[in-house]
């Protein structure tokens, strides 16, 4: 009988790994795109929409779910999965990453972090033991440390020390006590300095956690030093336990980090494409205020199945974004979506029959040439 935490890896094709991952809320197969829903839902588009089209995990986050409505709230209504009515897995980030994105309005020290509220401006104090305890109450499934994440163009001693902090933290993340079945994953920091990347790997992998993450990549640095680390960092990580990309939501990026071994990758990306008037498709990014879709028939994406590309033209969702409808944002949002599970599908699929590479190869060259 499996358990949370189980990891069964059931094929690999060179780097790249199919497997399922076991939670308390159900299995996961990967690779994995999870959808953001930081406040507690993924923007304008409902948890059945997101069955609909074949979501298995979300992500909330904590700093933002600790402000509002806060986890008391949410633990007194039945927990983060009765309260969004999401009976699958949710995944909830520590609050590391506005370490880096709130930067300006932040203070650190060795026992945590200080930060000016987003919502009101008052002081608000997160240590390790109070991100895990947020994230208990909240009752997630996959519950991240609490880490330093340094700017990409740090000092080296800045990212040393970042390093070694986000160990210190991450074991005192690991000395609390999780809700029922919660699983718990370390993250691996170091910049894009490989030397600082495999000594916090190596010092993550003593404390032991149920998986682990790659952090601090994508926020900034030059494109293909992130797929240069993130090779490098899936390599030093157990072959037996789920890797996480933490923010990478791009077709072409999430094809890579697939290939360098990577299981699960979570962003914002969809989303807020869907709010802007862009759709991912097989051949690029359209940007469906271009007149050129003003009379066009045509599906967003002839080769996508999702409920958005079997009821409605580009014309039509070019009408909606130009009348800057709420309906328009919504039906990109849902196709980015479910554009992006697909390809996590079709890798997956690729990957059990043993040929990614050629998978790999022509995706890429569909998006980047736009070639049938």
Known sequence: M??????????TDGKAR????????????????????????VKGVDPDELKAIGTQILLGNTYHLHLKPGEDLVAELGGLHRFMAWDGPILTDSGGFQIFSLADTRTIDDDGVSFRSVYDGDLVRLRPEDAMAI????????????????????????LAAAVERTTRWAARCK????????????????????????????DLLEIGFDGYAIGGLAVGEEREATFRITDSTAALLPVDQPRYFMGIGDPEGILR????????????????????????TSNGRLNMRNAAFA???????????????????????????????????????VHNMAFLLALCTAAREAIIEQRFDDFLATSLERLTTGAD
């Open 295 to 333: 009379r066009d028939p045509e599906p967003l994406d002839p080769r996508c199945g999702c409920p958005t590309c079997q009821r409605f033209s580009r014309a039509y969702i070019r009408h909606l974004v130009m009348q800057k409808e709420l309906l328009g944002m919504r039906l990109l949002s």
């Open 135 to 158: 994230q208990a109450a909240l009752g997630s499934d996959i519950a991240m440390c609490l880490d330093e994440v340094p700017k990409p163009d740090a000092p080296l001693a800045e």
């Open 175 to 202: 000395a609390t006590t999780p809700a029922p079945g919660q699983l718990r994953f370390g993250i691996v920091q170091g910049g894009v300095e490989p030397a600082l990347r495999e000594r916090s790997a190596s």
């Open 2 to 11: 499996s358990s949370p935490g189980d990891f069964t890896l059931e094929a």
């Open 18 to 41: 199919a497997a399922t991952l076991v939670t308390a809320h159900g299995a996961i197969q990967t690779p994995v795109f999870m959808p953001v829903g930081t406040l507690g839902t």
């Open 257 to 280: 980090v697939i290939a360098a071994g990577v299981d699960m990758f979570d962003c914002v990306l969809p989303t807020r494409l869907g709010r802007t008037g862009a759709a991912m």
